[in-house]
């Protein structure tokens, strides 16, 4: 199957700043990536719909100026949690379909992000 | 509009217990079926999917069939193992490749 590839898995951050993200799909190319977060023991949420070459398409309830989705090429897009605050802290998953596996989504590995 | 039902969890079972994980759906299409399993601290791994009614997915001795009928993907295994506790997703898309829709995850913990 097809591979993304999620970095950092794991990010400690000051209140305050910002911490990025990065996603890539490191056989296919993705024009669409998706964003989830997952807080513990719930299901993951879709917070964003990220396409390459123009905005991403946010889900009800998400900031886009807090979280900042930019999907700049076929194989990569980043999210920016911007003056993280404590509450942000929560597990990201990134994912991407290659429309060539019978629709099948593919998973980055995650990345736990705490903010002290 | 689109939906995934998913059983309510936790589930604990002993080794060599027979699982199931009840999953309906409600799709406006034809969607594709999905379960994916999540280890602790990782993301999610696809276990098995079915892309049209009565195809049977299976992987790891785990297995799904699509039942339109029934509107139902449930997942099944005769016999799980210590390593098998995790968390299991239903999820659907529709159409196929477009976006997709989880169910809110069973958590599984199978004690020796």
């Known amino acids: 199957g097809a591979v993304v590839s999620q970095h950092p898995s794991r990010v400690i951050c000051k209140s305050g700043t910002s911490v990025k993200i990065e996603c890539r799909s490191l056989?296919?190319?993705?024009?669409?990536m998706f964003w989830y977060r997952q807080f513990p023991k719930q299901s993951l949420m879709l917070m964003a719909t990220?396409?390459?070459?123009?905005?991403?398409?946010?889900e009800q309830g998400v900031e886009k100026d807090k979280f900042l989705i930019n999907h700049a090429s076929l194989t990569l897009s980043t999210l920016t949690v911007t003056s993280a605050h404590p509450e942000d802290s929560s597990f990201y998953i990134c994912?991407?379909?290659?429309?060539?596996?019978?629709?099948?989504?593919?998973f980055g590995e995650g990345s736990r992000l705490t903010v002290l | 509009g689109n939906s995934v039902t998913q059983m309510e969890g936790p589930v604990t079972l002993s080794e060599e217990a027979f699982l199931t994980i009840n999953c309906t759906y409600t799709?406006?299409?034809?969607?594709?079926l999905f379960w994916y399993v999540q280890y602790p601290g990782e993301g999610l791994q696809l276990l098995l999917k079915?892309?049209?009614?009565?195809d049977k997915g299976s992987n790891k001795g785990f297995e799904a069939t699509y039942r339109k009928e029934t509107t139902s993907f449930h997942l099944e295994k005769g016999s799980v193992q210590v390593s098998d506790s995790a968390v299991y997703f239903c999820?659907?898309?529709?159409?196929?490749?477009?976006?997709?829709?989880f169910g809110t995850g069973t958590s599984l913990t199978v004690i020796p």
């Open positions: 079915a892309t049209k009614a009565d």
């Open positions: 999820a659907l898309s529709d159409p196929p490749g477009n976006q997709f829709y």
């Open positions: 056989d296919f190319q993705a024009t669409t």
């Open positions: 799709a406006t299409g034809y969607p594709s």
């Open positions: 994912s991407a379909g290659s429309g060539q596996h019978g629709g099948e989504l593919f």
């Open positions: 990220s396409n390459e070459g123009s905005k991403a398409t946010y």
